[in-house]
């Protein structure tokens, strides 16, 4: 791949996706700030220098940054673009910050207003992707792959707990399986996981319960692998299993919302399952892997129309994927940011639920000092690991190793 190629593909698609996504964020921080007359003093699309500004009529200052793997809301008054509380702000006999809701400042406002404005930039990306998928399941069919069994794999766990060809999954440890898809994802994060399954054989209802072995399994990217579960059964691959199943407007947005708790749920299930090890490290994406991603569904988007289709349908079809990819990553934005680290949104709802239950005297600067260290070190840990792992499923350490072995 040229660098044209690349960036046209790969690096655009990606700048276009995680820009819409943080400024989703940032806006429902914004928003509803103003909603609350909270002063703002600048916008900000990514950290760093700024690259282009200007100042609107309410006086807020408007930029794009150099760094652009993120963005903030800074309001009046505040320390710095962390959203750090001034030092100077005046506290009571008890050490509680002296409530001057007219200032308009942010680190003034009552402990409920301050909440509400740090939990709109999750609520937001929520929001946006109910909207996002809604709207694609109200323009074009879902296509749904029954999880039907076309064919069991010899001395697989299936064929040991007693799968057949033409068994319909209806549920698994209670979960019921709408699709093919759903069924292999629960599959991959149960590796060694006893699961048991009620399927349709027939009309008859049967309880089968079956333990996914872990192997190291393509996921997708090029050559990569992964532990994760493997149950050995493969789908029947008939279009008579495929549905296409078309809404209305209300019923879309609710199986956006739907969707969205998917992901949501997903998250979670994967969390859990990283830290029982039953799936690999290597799963988790950092930038480069969510810019791996971008390029994957943009060629999808590209390549899933026959090479006579105008341009401007093969536009409309990367329009579509990238559109279903940012709502996936808005959820997973808004997601991340309610983990109760202090550098996240998050850390400051928790910090506000202990002010509030204190009666209004916060946490000491010093406690919040040290708790947002840890919190920063826990970030860049995770950003550390899920950086090797994209460099690893980018093949880095292969070629090192096949050069240093060559040499």
Known sequence: MDILSFFLTTLLPFLVVLGVVVFVH??????????LGIKIEAFSLGFGPQVVGWTS?????????????????????????SGAAPV?????ERGRIIIN????????APVWKRALVVFAGPAFNFIFAILAFGA?????????????????QVNSPAQEAGFKPGDLVLTA???????????????????????????????????????????????????????????????????????????????????????????????????????????????????LGMGQMAGKVTEQGLNNTPPETP?????????LVLTSFAAVLSVSVGLINLVPLPVLDGGHLAFYAIEAARGGRQVSEKAQAISYKVGLAGILTLFAVSTFADLDRLGLFRLIDGAVSRG
């Open 26 to 35: 940032e806006f429902g921080h914004f928003q509803v700030a103003r909603w």
């Open 136 to 152: 694609l399941y109200a323009t074009q069919p879902e296509v749904v792959m029954l999880p039907k069994v076309g064919a069991v």
């Open 311 to 319: 341009l401007i349908q093969k536009l409309a079809d990367v329009f």
């Open 173 to 287: 440890d209670g979960r019921k399986i709408h699709s093919f898809q759903e069924l292999g994802l629960t599959v991959m994060l149960s590796a060694n996981k006893t699961i048991d399954f009620s399927v349709d054989r027939g009309g008859e209802i049967i309880s089968l319960a079956a333990t996914p072995v872990k192997e190291k399994l393509a996921t997708g990217f090029g050559d990569d692998k992964q532990n994760q579960g493997r149950l050995g059964v493969e789908w029947t691959g008939s279009r008579d299993d495929v549905l296409f199943v078309s809404r209305n407007p209300v019923e879309a947005l609710g199986r956006g919302v739907r969707q969205s708790w998917v992901i949501i749920d997903t998250t979670g299930r994967f969390v859990v399952a990283l830290a029982q090890g039953r799936v690999s490290v290597g799963f988790l994406s950092g930038p």
């Open 88 to 92: 100077h702000n005046q506290r009571d």
């Open 101 to 108: 809701d007219a200032s308009g400042l942010f680190h003034q």
């Open 57 to 81: 009529k309410m006086g807020v200052q408007w930029k794009i940054s150099a760094l652009p793997l993120g963005g903030y809301v800074k309001f009046v008054g505040d320390k710095d673009e």
